[in-house]
């Protein structure tokens, strides 16, 4: 048995972390964690964690993602040398999922090499959300639990557009099609699916057609991750050269690099829909944009994990109620 629950953080998302123990119903742990001018990172516990369940949380997004990722791995190896009982690598959101394969001649596949450091380090368990693709969870050589926004999402949409006959669901991203159709099919919506190619190592993409009918007054359209939000921004012209005019964004990681909360809050969406998997910088805030916490999720499955009761529970039980918070 463990002496105890303990969470901790580093310095990506801090607010995260502290809305997730206020919903343990418990302190975060006490950790320096820092640079030396030298710009190497410095870690300290300034408790004891002997025998303890750890949980450190550290959503791995930029800027600074590297920093957030060492940060990760240094903690969780003071954690291993001051003999904790059992560490769990809470990553909100997972960077270099989109590097899981080699597509391209001589290139890494940088989200395996991501979770085996992570095991490395010392980590026992990881815990995260919504992985880029699902083969990413096979990456790793330690269990863990990969946790959906989808069921935060649906309900936030439900009262407003569920079985509508004037509503479609737009998926831009292929990878997330599966995902994208469950959410539709939640809000009893039909689904349509954009195809897309990529210009050369840019990142940059175009649409090459929509499979599906978009003739419909109304549209949500959803992914997973938006990080400089093109792909996105030529969905939204699509469909409002298809004759849709009232259209709503949702996504699960809000990256938004660069100007991509501006722009799309200027494109003529009425909502952008995210959750708090990663911080937005007060430069991306706006009226437009609707925070879903996550945090109590994640607190339900830190207990479940910490009690041995089942994660699986949380997502088919009809008894288990979340609260929908949203900022």
Request: with cysteine; hydrophobic share 45%.
């Amino acid at each position: 048995m463990f002496r105890g629950l303990s969470v901790y953080t580093g310095n990506a998302h801090p607010e995260f972390a502290n809305d997730v123990a206020e919903a343990l119903g418990q302190p975060l742990g006490r950790a320096d964690v820092f640079k030396f001018p030298n710009d190497e990172i410095f870690v300290q516990i300034k408790e004891n964690a002997r025998e303890h369940d750890v949980f450190v949380i550290q959503s791995l997004s930029g800027p600074g993602t590297s920093d957030h990722i060492m940060e990760l791995l240094i903690m969780l190896d003071a954690f291993r040398r001051a003999s904790a009982g059992r560490i769990t690598a809470v990553m909100p959101y997972f960077a270099y999922g989109q590097s899981d394969k080699k597509d391209q001649p001589r290139v890494p596949i940088t989200a395996r090499l991501l979770a085996d450091l992570v095991g490395v380090a010392g980590a026992d368990r990881f815990l995260t959300m919504d992985l880029h693709q699902g083969q990413v969870q096979g990456f790793f050589s330690i269990p863990g639990d990969e946790l959906s926004a989808f069921l935060p999402l649906v309900n936030y949409f439900t009262d407003d557009y569920a079985g509508r006959d004037d509503a479609v669901v737009v998926v831009p991203d292929l990878g997330f099609a599966k995902k994208g159709r469950n959410f539709a099919e939640k809000l009893r919506l039909p689904t349509a699916f954009v195809e897309k190619r990529r210009r050369g190592n840019t990142g940059e993409t175009e649409i090459v057609d929509i499979v599906g009918d978009i003739g419909y007054r109304r549209a949500i359209i959803i992914d997973d991750l938006i990080n400089t939000g093109g792909t996105v921004l030529n969905t939204v012209n699509a469909l409002k050269e298809g004759g849709i005019q009232d259209i709503v964004v949702a996504c699960v990681h809000a990256l938004l690099m660069g100007g991509a909360a501006e722009s799309l809050c200027g494109s003529g969406i009425r909502e952008l829909v995210v959750t708090d998997t990663v911080p937005l910088a007060p430069g991306k805030r706006s009226d437009k944009i609707r925070v879903l916490s996550v945090a109590p999720l994640f607190a339900e499955t830190i207990r479940r994990i910490h009690e041995g009761e089942s994660v699986g529970a949380l997502f088919t039980s009809p008894t288990v109620q979340l609260p929908l918070r949203v900022r």
